[in-house]
Nanobody, 118 residues
Framework: QVQLVESGGGLVQPGGSLRLSCAAS????????MGWFRQAPGKQRELVAT???????NYADFVKGRFTISRDNAKNTVYLQMNSLKPEDTAVYYC????????????WGQGSQVTVSS
């Protein structure tokens, strides 16, 4: 089972940018999909963006045009570039792996706190 470690979170003003990184303990080349999810206080974890090994991406409507997911298989790392951040983007962001097409996302990292506030 792959282990994931998120980094790059922090405090940013509205309209600012952050880039999250998710480092995997082994090669992600053969993992069907990698994804970013988030959980705000008192809310359920929700999908933010996913990317398959073939390069297909999927974004939640609330981040389309602002966030970009990418993966560097050589570095076993997945990124989430977040631009035009809003206060409602404040949450703990988690990286997950979906090993095969018929499996669910799992192998959650510890999360990275993103706070958008002036």
């Amino acid at each position: 089972q792959v282990q994931l470690v998120e980094s790059g979170g922090g405090l940013v003003q509205p309209g600012g940018s952050l880039r999250l990184s998710c480092a995997a303990s082994r090669s992600i080349f053969s993992i069907y999909a990698m994804g970013w999810f988030r959980q705000a206080p008192g809310k359920q974890r929700e999908l933010v963006a996913t990317m398959t090994s073939g390069g297909s991406t999927n974004y939640a409507d609330f981040v389309k045009g602002r966030f970009t997911i990418s993966r560097d298989n050589a570095k076993n790392t997945v990124y989430l570039q977040m631009n035009s951040l809003k206060p409602e983007d404040t949450a703990v962001y988690y990286c997950g792996a979906r090993p095969q097409v018929f499996s669910a996302f799992g192998s959650w990292g510890q999360g990275s706190q993103v706070t958008v506030s002036s």
